[in-house]
C-alpha cells in the first residue's frame, strides 16, 4: 500500500504547484501583452513611413521626383511607388518581397505581413495624385528579436522565481511545522513518563498556543485517567485484601479439623459476610470511578434515598434493639446524584450508626446552601476529637470500634468508601467531634 504524503509535503505541492500556475500565467500574459504593444509600434511606424512618403513624393512624367533629403539620400529603402498598376520605384528587395508589394498596393489601408520575410508592408495614396499608391515596408526582426528575448527572460525568470520559492516554502513549512512534531512527540513522551509536564504557553493567542493548550487539556485528562486507573487498581487491592485473608483464614480453620455443625455454620456466616463485605467494596469502588470519569450524573429525592437506607439497616437495628428515625423533609429536597451512589454513601454512616447507637439513630436531610446536608446522628460514645481524620482511613476504626467486639464489626472500610465515593459525586462526608453521641454529615450537590 502507498504510504501517504505527510502534512508538510502536501502543503509545498500545494504552494509550489499554486506559484507554479501563477508564474505561468503571469508570463504567458506578459509575451501576450508584449507582441501586441510591439506589433502595435511596428504599425505605427511603418504608418508614419508610409504617410511620410507619400507627403514628399511627386510623379512628373512616370517619374518620382523627390525633394531634396540630405539626411536620408532620397526615398526609404523599402518603400515602392505605383502608378496605375505600373512599379515606378521600389528597393532592392527580391521577387518574393515585389511580388507582395504588388498585393499590398491592391489594397490600400491594410498592413500584410510577408511570411518568411520578416516584413510588414503598409500601402497609402499619394496626398496630391490618388492614383499613386505608395508601399511602406519594414523589418520585424528587430520586433520579434525583442519578443524572443523577453520570453526566454520571462522563462528564465519564472524558473528562478519558482525555484526561489520553493526553497523558502519549505524552510518556512519546516521552521513553522517543527513545532507541532515537537509538541507531539513531548505529549507522547510526558503521557508515558511524565504525567505532570505541561507545555504552559499561556493564554491562546495563535494557532500554535491554541494546540498547545488544547494538547495540555488532553494530557490533563490522560493523567487523570490513568491516575484514576492506578488509584482504582491500588485500592481495590487494599480494600479486598482484609475481607479476603479472613474468608481464607476461616477456611483454612474450618478445614484443619472435623467440627460441630455450629462451628460450621458460625464459618459461613463469617465468610458470607466477608464476601458481602467485598461486594460492597467492589460495587462502591467501580460508582466511585464512573463518578470520577465525569459520566452523567442523575437525580433523586432525598426523603425516599432516607426511607431506603432506614430500610436496608432494619435488620442490624432490629438485632441489636435500636430504633431508626427517618426525619423525612417538610418539602421535596433533590439530590443532584443518583439514587444508587446516594444510598451507598449513606449506608455505612447508618449501619455505623447502628453499631455504636445505644437506643436510637436519626436520619435527616435539609438544605444547605447550595447544596443538601444529610445528617446521621447516633446516642453512642461518639468520635474523639483526634479521630475526625483518621476514622476515614480504610483499615481504622477509632477507639469506639477497637473496644466493640461484635460479630458486626467489619474491616474498617465502610466510612472511607462513603467519603470518597461523595467526594467523586461532588459531595464529601464529615465527622463532627462529640462525647455525646456520634455524628456525620454527608453532603450533596443539589439537584
Known sequence: MKRPLGVRTRLLVVV??????????????FNVLLGRTLSRDADAVLRARAAGEAASVDVVDDRVVTPDQPDTGGLESQVWVFRQG????????????????????????????????????YAMRA???????????????????????????????ALALLLVVSLVARWMLKAALQPVAQM???????????????????????????????????????????????????????ELRTPLAKVRAEAELALRRERPPAEYHQALETILRNTQHMTAAIETLVTTAQQESG???????????????????????????????????????????????????LQPLAENACVFARREVRIGARRDGSGVLVTVDDDGPGVRADEVATIFEPGVRGSAG????????????????????????????????????????????AG
Not at 518574393?96 to 505581413?113: E, F, K, N, Q, S
Not at 499561556?202 to 498547545?212: F, I, K, V, W
Not at 452523567?296 to 438485632?319: D, F, K, N, Q, T
Not at 461484635?406 to 467523586?424: D, K, P, Q, S, T
Open 86 to 121: 505600373r512599379v515606378l520605384e521600389q528597393p532592392r528587395a527580391g521577387t518574393g518581397l515585389d511580388h507582395a508589394a504588388r498585393d499590398a498596393a491592391a489594397r490600400p489601408g491594410v498592413t500584410l505581413d510577408v511570411p518568411g520575410l520578416d516584413t510588414r508592408l
Open 402 to 445: 477497637e473496644a466493640e467486639t461484635g460479630a458486626r464489626m467489619g474491616a474498617g472500610l465502610g466510612l472511607a468508601l462513603a467519603r470518597r465515593l461523595a467526594r467523586a459525586a461532588g459531595g464529601d462526608v464529615n465527622a463532627l467531634p462529640s462525647g455525646e453521641g456520634g455524628r456525620f454529615e454527608a453532603r450533596f450537590p
Open 16 to 29: 509550489v504547484a499554486s506559484v507554479a500556475v501563477s508564474l505561468a500565467l503571469m508570463t504567458v500574459g
Open 184 to 238: 507531539t512527540a513531548d505529549a507522547e513522551s510526558w503521557s508515558e513518563h511524565e504525567l505532570d509536564r505541561r507545555f504552559a504557553a499561556g493564554e491562546p493567542y495563535d494557532e500554535l498556543s491554541q494546540l498547545a493548550a488544547t494538547l495540555d487539556g488532553l494530557l490533563d485528562r490522560v493523567a487523570a485517567s490513568l491516575r484514576r486507573e492506578q488509584r482504582f487498581s491500588a485500592e481495590m487491592s487494599h
Open 127 to 157: 496626398s496630391d495624385d490618388p492614383s499613386t499608391l505608395i508601399v511602406a515596408g519594414i523589418s520585424l526582426a528587430p520586433y520579434d528579436h525583442t519578443r524572443r528575448i523577453a520570453l526566454i527572460g520571462s522563462l528564465v525568470l
Open 295 to 345: 459520566l452523567a450524573r442523575g437525580r433523586c429525592e432525598a426523603g425516599a434515598v432516607l426511607a431506603e437506607v432506614a430500610e436496608m439497616c432494619s435488620g442490624l437495628a432490629a438485632e441489636r434493639g435500636i430504633r431508626v428515625v427517618v426525619e423525612t423533609p417538610a418539602s421535596v429536597v433533590g439530590l443532584g446524584v443518583d439514587r444508587e451512589v446516594a444510598v451507598r454513601v
